[in-house]
């Protein structure tokens, strides 16, 4: 009954627990994680005499969500439908069917929180809550009582004012009453690399230590009770001081990620933790690292000793990934193990739909706890169950405390987005805006255009002349499943439907560039195709997409997000896939003439690809002219301008084409993915050369396969 012999990690001299008083703030809590035993110790905590046990051993699981982005329920408020593909209601049965298989668990959230669905905005937008009210995700959160979280970068999304009310105060920043004291979100959050310029100290706690009792067997069988601590440090993308700028400049600054784990990783250590853990709201990427970089994980794994667990999110993707070709071939990183160079590490996609789960093995010795590597399981357990006879997805049934929490509030918000502003006399759709169907994009594009070219009219002179353009991209573009497109049916418009045409809070910046540097932004847009070879007779993907299998290896995806267009007669250019990138925008015009490097444009865009987009739009190193940075949401500019032009037509809202393929023929067939039963979309859009090759593509994710004719 004794124990295999153990691999060392990270042995803790339990004694470093009794003699050194903590420089921070450390949150102490009991086994389940309730709010009421959270207690701040601002000096040395008391310790529990330890029981002299001098041989046992333990589980203990690490139970992690990321990205849930408000999806408290599976339901879909753009399509006022449910969804049960995703939500927080199914992921909570995962965690409490966990929770029976470990005598020990602990349960963190890994940020990007509470923004992201029609609820979220609702909530802090439309019908504030007041101080007293929890937000729904976190009194949804509150049904498995979460025991530590960290911020991602929506989390900056609605301002620091929210920012410090749904965390229930405290915040020391200029413009916020740190006075304040609310709800909350129900667990302690840490956060190391976001300091407040007012104070020069980080924002929140830079990490949390809990201490538990955990469940123990001795070597005669005998359970046992052992105290445990367990810290955790919390990081953010450094990039919300550009996405966010409008609310954070000059009021807080942001460390390099892995700078901010090398500081205080050792000094968790040293305050007698005897696991510490990474939250990171951030991925992975394995080149040159550049101070500042959005996605260090493997970098920090790879640089930073004393890690025992790293939590990464932020990609909306999945690790460990045990499929047949697997994200994140990187050296060093074991899909099998669950490991980045040796470390256990999970990134549990997005929405609710995994659970990361990191289950340790320890050795008690009478002084200290020792982690058994060889032991360790690793594993995402996701919603989906299978499928049934007929092929369709089932999924784990939902968590009735959870959709209980959150039903008046639910029902609120559909009551808000099914308010009326117009009506449309054709189907706006992104399922074919990847082959040129402006249908959801031109609205867009026209609102922002009206906006700014007001704003420069009345506010601007020094820019009068100056031609005022826009460009959006199709922001779902099939990432999640073959139902993740915009797509607005013909006949009545209400609030909801303007929101699926423009689904993120971004607000309103308009860029003023030269011929060259519009030329270079749709270079950079061009990178959502692969290189096309017209004599090769084999199947070729035309979109560079990672969530339906198109990139070649060795290659990036490149997001149909960042995949911006022009919708307007005034702006004229063909994409040649044939060409390498960087040389594939051709016949570039402006009224009919060709753009030159010496004409001057104001482009209407978001603060996001404003402030964040322009090193790799224009080159490392170098920035838009940003001529006005708007405090209003382009999704409000867009439900404005509908009930402005409540009768929307084809002809005038969904029609204009800016671009289009330069005509190639090909030896074999270039194919590209899309939702099922849609191709009378791309008929209705115009689309001719598109036909259908496949009414299912095997993914089990909604998609069919389509060809395109590059020749018409």
């Given amino acids: 009954m004794f124990a295999p012999p153990m691999q060392q990690r990270h042995p803790v001299r339990r004694l470093a627990q009794l003699l050194l008083a903590t420089s921070m703030a450390l949150a102490l809590a009991a086994c389940g994680g309730d709010d009421d035993d959270v207690t701040e110790v601002p000096g040395q905590p008391e310790t529990p005499e330890t029981p002299q046990i001098s041989s046992a051993s333990a589980e203990l699981a690490l ?9 408290v329920l599976g339901y879909d408020y753009f399509k006022l439908a449910e969804d049960p593909s995703y939500g927080f209601d199914r992921t909570a049965t995962l965690i409490r069917t966990v929770r029976e298989e470990f005598a020990n668990t602990l349960l963190v959230d890994n940020g990007d929180t509470i923004q992201g669905t029609a609820l979220a905005d609702y909530e802090a937008l439309v019908a504030p809550l007041p101080c007293g009210q929890q937000l729904s995700i976190y009194k949804a959160m509150a049904e498995l009582q979460y025991d530590v979280g960290t911020l991602g970068n929506h989390e900056f999304n609605y301002g620091l004012p929210f920012l410090n009310q749904v965390l229930g105060g405290g915040l020391e920043v200029d413009g916020v009453d740190a006075g304040q004291r609310c709800a909350g979100a129900g667990f302690p959050m840490a956060l190391a690399n976001v300091s407040s310029v007012k104070t020069g100290k980080p924002l929140i706690a830079p990490y949390v230590i809990v201490e538990r009792d955990i469940t123990a067997v001795q070597d005669d069988g005998q359970s046992v009770t052992l105290p445990i601590k367990i810290g955790f440090v919390g990081l953010t993308t450094p990039g919300i001081m550009n996405w966010d700028k409008r609310y954070l400049d000059g009021k807080v600054t942001v460390q390099d990620g892995l700078e901010a784990a090398q500081q205080y990783v050792p000094e968790v250590r040293a305050q007698g933790a005897d696991l510490v853990f990474v939250l990171l709201h951030g991925g992975m990427s394995d080149g040159s690292y550049n101070a500042g970089s959005e996605n260090p994980g493997w970098h920090i794994a790879r640089e930073v000793d004393g890690i025992d667990g790293l939590v990464m999110g932020h990609q909306h993707n999945s690790f460990p990934d045990r499929s047949s070709n697997p994200q994140y071939a990187y050296e060093g990183v074991d899909h099998a193990a669950g490991t980045v160079h040796g470390v256990p590490a999970v990134m549990p996609s997005s929405w609710g739909k995994a659970l990361g789960v990191m289950a340790y093995s320890l050795q008690w010795d009478g002084q200290q706890w020792r982690v058994d590597d060889a032991r360790t399981e690793v594993e995402l357990r996701t919603i989906l169950t299978g499928q049934d006879a007929g092929g369709a997805n089932q999924y784990v049934q939902p968590d009735a405390a959870v959709s209980a929490s959150v039903q008046t509030q639910h029902e609120a918000t559909i009551e808000y987005v099914k308010t009326p502003i117009g009506t449309t006399d054709f189907r706006m759709s992104t399922l074919f805006a990847d082959v040129g169907d402006p249908g959801a994009i031109q609205l867009v594009n026209q609102a922002q255009q009206d906006y700014v070219s007001r704003y420069v009219s009345e506010n601007l002179p020094e820019h009068a002349g ?25 006949g009545p418009l209400a609030i909801f439907n303007a929101a699926d045409l423009y689904l993120y809070p971004n607000t309103v910046y308009a860029v003023k560039v030269n011929g060259d540097e519009l030329k270079l932004w749709l270079e950079n847009a061009a990178l ?18 990672v969530s339906t299998g198109q990139v070649p290896a060795g290659e990036s995806a490149f997001a149909g997000y960042n995949f911006d267009m022009f919708t307007s007669a005034d702006i004229q250019y063909e994409i040649d896939v044939t060409q390498p990138t960087g040389s594939r925008i051709r016949n570039l015009q402006y009224q009919g003439l060709p753009v030159v490097a010496s004409q001057s444009f104001i482009v209407a865009t978001n603060n996001y ?9 224009l080159g490392e ?32 809202n969904g029609a204009a084409r800016s671009w289009r393929f330069t005509p190639v023929q090909t030896a074999g067939k270039v194919l590209f993915k899309s939702g099922r039963d849609a191709l009378a979309v791309a008929q209705d859009a115009g689309l001719g050369q598109v036909a259908l090759d496949s009414a299912d593509d095997g993914s089990s994710q909604g998609r069919a396969v389509y060809r395109i004719d590059l020749s018409q």
């Fill in 609 to 617: 690809r404003a402030e964040s987009s322009a090193r790799y739009i």
């Fill in 621 to 652: 190193g170098k920035a838009f002219d940003i001529i006005f940075a708007s405090p209003d949401a382009n999704r409000d500019v867009v439900i404005n301008y509908i009930k402005e032009h409540p009768g929307i037509t084809r002809a005038a």
């Fill in 466 to 490: 100056v031609p005022v353009l826009s460009i959006s991209a199709p922001f779902k573009a099939g990432y999640q499943s073959g139902q993740d497109y915009t797509d607005v049916a013909a």
């Fill in 63 to 71: 139970l992690a969500t990321t990205d849930l982005h408000a999806n």
């Fill in 528 to 545: 959502r195709f692969n290189r096309i070879d017209p004599a090769s007779t084999a199947d070729q993907w035309l979109i560079k997409d």
